[in-house]
């Protein structure tokens, strides 16, 4: 997943500054989640609802940006030089809402209150599905970025 980000950022870095930024918050969220998924000791687990809560404060940054600036940014281009971007836009944004429905449902688990180990123990079972459905969401957000900026990125003006 990291590797797919740094990709990403190397085809889009600079057409527009919005996404170069949203790209780093991806980073820092790939970051973030890895360093979580690689934690094997349950006991700690005041330390690790504190990696959880800022993994989930980055998750739900990322995705608001995605939703209420870059989303609206990528529709508007499509309104503008109408060529199917919109109805391509339509196909996506459903499939996008399923993993931001995971994403909600996730941060949901924490609920601030206090964690035991086997509380720990199904958050990491709950992690692994959240990495799976943020693969998917990268892969789909870097679909419509190609087709609904990148077509147009000679003609719009950089954020």
């Known amino acids: 997943m990291l590797e797919n980000c740094r990709n990403a950022r190397e085809r889009w870095g600079g057409v527009s500054e919005l996404i170069d930024r949203w790209l780093l918050a991806r980073q820092e969220l790939l970051v973030h989640y890895c360093d979580l998924s690689g934690e ?15 993994l989930c404060e980055v998750l739900m940054d990322y995705v608001s ?41 996730f941060n949901d688990l924490l609920d601030n209150r206090e964690l035991t ?35 147009h990125s000679d003609k719009v003006a950089p954020a």
């Not at 990268?138 to 190609?146: A, K, N, Q, S, V």
């Open 117 to 151: 180990e086997q509380d720990v123990s199904a958050l990491f079972e709950k992690l692994s599905n959240l990495g799976e459905n943020l693969e998917t969401r990268f892969e789909m957000e870097d679909f419509l970025i190609e087709h609904l900026h990148n077509v």
């Open 65 to 105: 940006t995605g939703h209420f600036e870059i989303y609206e940014q990528l529709v508007r281009e499509a309104r503008e030089y109408n060529d199917g971007g919109l109805e391509l836009a339509a196909k996506v944004y459903p499939r996008i809402e399923k993993t931001t429905e995971v994403v909600l449902n």
């Open 40 to 54: 094997n000791d349950f006991t700690q687990t005041e330390a690790l609802k504190q990696k959880f809560i800022r």
